[in-house]
């Protein structure tokens, strides 16, 4: 897969790992509004979304073209994903609770990422809860930073 950015089809099995797991689409839930927790994973969030959600994103790729057989392909990429949990709780409690989760889910766990037999998936960083402005309401937001290292190559 040479000259094709990796980051695109990381993202897609980031953001449908965390669609197919019930205890973030628990997390995600919001009664008579967003019954479907599902729909509250973004790649950008909509204006005026419901809070609590989460955005993938945010991502950085280089090339790691060195993995692999003489006579297979080397194609790869090192890449970083942002996922940020953001919410207007309270309390630190549920945003973490949710960082922890997606820890659980994707620290050295399996991620299927199309074209790409071989996949390691490591949490590179686990940064400070901020608040912010979202459409004029205050919000947490919990970022998360993944390390995605790809390859066409087999190990």
């Known amino acids: 897969m040479p000259a094709a950015l990796a980051l695109p089809a990381i993202q897609t099995a980031i953001v449908a790992k965390l669609k197919g797991d019930a205890t973030v689409i628990a997390a995600l839930v919001v009664p008579t509004i967003r019954p479907n927790g599902a729909d509250g994973v973004y790649n950008t969030a909509p204006a005026l979304a419901p809070f609590r959600f989460l955005t993938v994103g945010k991502g950085t790729e280089q090339s790691e073209h060195t993995m692999g057989p003489d ?13 940020a949990a953001r ?34 998936v490591s949490v590179e960083s686990v940064p400070a809860i901020f608040d912010e402005l979202v459409d004029n309401r205050e919000t947490r937001t919990q970022p998360l930073i993944l390390r995605v290292i790809v390859h066409e190559g087999t190990r």
């Open 87 to 120: 919410g207007q709780d309270s309390s630190d409690l549920p945003l973490l609770q949710l960082a922890s989760r997606i820890v659980t889910l994707f620290d050295g766990q399996l991620l299927t990422v199309v074209g790409y037999p071989s996949v390691v």
């Open 71 to 83: 006579n297979q392909p080397k194609w790869g990429a090192n890449c970083t994903v942002e996922i």
